[in-house]
């Protein structure tokens, strides 16, 4: 039950860090290109998109299952195993800490500026959004990459 708890932290969080890269090299950076107007609609769709069964799914499955993995005994696994899924599970709850605290937050202010002041430029409200969420982004998804690698390094050792 172990190693299937582990196979299973390894293959969510592999998958959600796949997700959350391929935003950072290639989405954001194309996004970035549009104009304001054109900017603004996309990312608010995204926003609207992302938050779906399959996405929570892995988002929830990055935290349980090397929880789990842990929870569940194993003879024979080692001290270095064990503080490696740790590890990997410290870098996942801070990847949600930093969604949680600072993406979600900045989407929904992005999602209420277009109803709550229609006169701001777009300009301005991408500019209170897009270079703090991008830095967020970036930093949460080297937290995701280092949680993968954890987690497949205590399979590995």
């Given at each position: 039950m172990a190693t299937l708890l ?152």
């Open positions: 582990l196979a299973l932290a390894i293959i969510f969080t592999g998958l959600y860090a796949g997700f959350m890269l391929t935003f950072q090299i290639s989405v954001m950076p194309a996004l970035a290109k549009l104009p304001d107007d054109q900017f603004l609609p996309v990312i608010r769709r995204i926003n609207e998109v992302v938050p779906r069964p399959v996405f929570l799914l892995l988002f929830f499955g990055i935290i349980a299952f090397p929880a789990a993995a842990l929870a569940v005994p194993v003879d024979g696994r080692t001290d270095t195993q064990r503080w490696l899924i740790v590890a990997g599970l410290v870098c996942a709850v801070i990847n949600h800490l930093i969604t949680i605290a600072g993406n979600i937050p900045l989407n929904n202010a992005l999602a209420t500026a277009e109803s709550a002041s229609p006169a701001a430029p777009d300009s301005e409200v991408r500019a209170a959004f897009e270079p703090r969420w991008n830095l967020l982004h970036l930093i949460r998804t080297l937290f995701t990459i280092a949680a993968f690698a954890l987690l497949v390094g205590a399979a590995l050792s």
